[in-house]
Structure formats: structure tokens, C-alpha cells
T-cell receptor, first 112, second 115 residues
Framework: GNSVTQMEGPVTLSEEAFLTINCTYT??????LFWYVQYPGEGLQLLLK?????DKGSNKGFEATYRKETTSFHLEKGSVQVSDSAVYFC???????????FGKGTTLSVSS | EPEVTQTPSHQVTQMGQEVILRCVPI?????FYWYRQILGQKVEFLVS????????KSEIFDDQFSVERPDGSNFTLKIRSTKLEDSAMYFC?????????????FGSGTRLTVV
């Protein structure tokens, strides 16, 4: 079945450090891939997405590239801020209307 | 797009009691979902609802759970007899047919505490 594997957290960084959160997936066909973010006390917000191989999703300085050959969708940001502290979830969906499959989430903590 | 509104934001209930969690997702969307997140754990799919009926459900969604869209705009999740392990954050989500491209819109969640 479909699944998403994320790197274990927590990830602790200083402000302006480079961020990578690894995400790999297992799926039949050609899924769409997403990163969702959950800020403390809030719900899930779509951060970025990619729908086909080699697509790059980007938003708020975050980027992720859909790599079919390595079945990966790693999240990166060149310079993190304290306000980026949150839990980040990688997710996939392989068919319109069906459930999103989430990874376990990675907690990011950025200190000034 | 308008947000998904969930009520209540936090509910405390006695074990064995029935609870109803509500979601207002806007009526012109096709797909509706409930997910839950037990504290510190992954977000888990419960059920999807399409064209006023359940289209998919997980093994978590047993006979204690039910969903309804009673009036065309509200979308409810009922737990008939709550257990301690039902304590979690419950998220409602909606999507259009383009969900694989545009993603899903989630509500801010209802924190259910069963005591």
C-alpha cells in the first residue's frame, strides 16, 4: 500500500541555518505530493505541492522537488526563521477524492 | 478560499458519552474528510464522504463512528460511546475534484478529551 516516511525529529536549528527534512514515499502510479505545516495550536495548512515528476513546489522560501527516480520529496529552506518553528508533514494522494496519506511529521524548532 | 470552520474547538466528555463534532466546509465542494491526530502521533485518515455517502473509510472508523451531512453545508462526525483512546485532535477537510493538484483544505481542528 501507499506510505510516506519522514525523517525523525525533532530538528533543532539556529536562525538562518539551512533546513532539509527528508521524505520518501511508496505508491503505485503517479501520486501528487504535498507538504503541510502545523503551527502550535493550529490546524494543518498546505505549504507546497507537486503533481508530477521533476515538479518543484515552493512557498514562503520553502522548496521541494518531486523525484520519481528516488521516490523522494525533500523539503528545504535556505535560511530558517524562528517563525518557521512548527510540525511539518509530508503527504501523498494518488487519486482524486481519496485519502491523503501522511508521514509521522517532523518537529522543527528554530532558536534565535 | 474560505476556511473550513470546526466547532467546538475543544470538547471534554465522559467516557461512554456521545459526541458530535461539526464542520462547515462550504456546500459546493465534492469531497469531505475526517482525520484525527492523537497527541504526538501521525495524522490518520478516518473517512471520506462523496455525494452524500461514505466513499472510503479506514479500519479506525468502526461502528462507533458515523458521519452525516444533514443540511447540505454542515458535516458532522459522531462518536456514539467515547473511549479514552478517542482523545485526539479531529480535523475536517474538504476538496474539489482537483484535490490532487490543489490540495485539501483543513479546518483548525477539534480537540476531544475523553475522561
Amino acid at each position: 500500500g501507499n506510505s510516506v516516511t519522514q525523517m525523525e525529529g525533532p530538528v533543532t536549528l539556529s536562525e538562518e541555518a539551512f533546513l532539509t527534512i527528508n521524505c520518501t514515499y511508496t505508491a503505485t502510479g503517479y501520486p501528487s505530493l504535498f507538504w503541510y505545516v502545523q503551527y502550535p495550536g493550529e490546524g494543518l495548512q498546505l505549504l507546497l505541492k507537486a503533481t508530477k515528476a521533476d515538479d518543484k513546489g515552493s512557498n514562503k522560501g520553502f522548496e521541494a522537488t518531486y523525484r520519481k527516480e528516488t521516490t523522494s520529496f525533500h523539503l528545504e529552506k535556505g535560511s530558517v526563521q524562528v517563525s518557521d518553528s512548527a510540525v511539518y508533514f509530508c503527504a501523498l494522494n494518488d487519486q482524486a477524492g481519496t485519502a491523503l496519506i501522511f508521514g509521522k511529521g517532523t518537529t522543527l524548532s528554530v532558536s534565535s | 478560499e474560505p476556511e473550513v470552520t470546526q466547532t467546538p474547538s475543544h470538547q471534554v466528555t465522559q467516557m461512554g458519552q456521545e459526541v458530535i463534532l461539526r464542520c462547515v466546509p462550504i456546500s459546493n465542494h465534492l469531497y469531505f474528510y475526517w482525520y484525527r491526530q492523537i497527541l504526538g502521533q501521525k495524522v490518520e485518515f478516518l473517512v471520506s464522504f462523496y455525494n452524500n455517502e461514505i466513499s472510503e473509510k479506514s479500519e479506525i472508523f468502526d461502528d462507533q463512528f458515523s458521519v452525516e451531512r444533514p443540511d447540505g453545508s454542515n458535516f458532522t462526525l459522531k462518536i456514539r460511546s467515547t473511549k479514552l483512546e478517542d482523545s485526539a485532535m479531529y480535523f475536517c477537510a474538504r476538496a474539489n475534484q482537483g484535490a490532487t493538484i490543489y490540495g485539501y483544505t483543513f479546518g483548525s481542528g477539534t480537540r476531544l478529551t475523553v475522561v
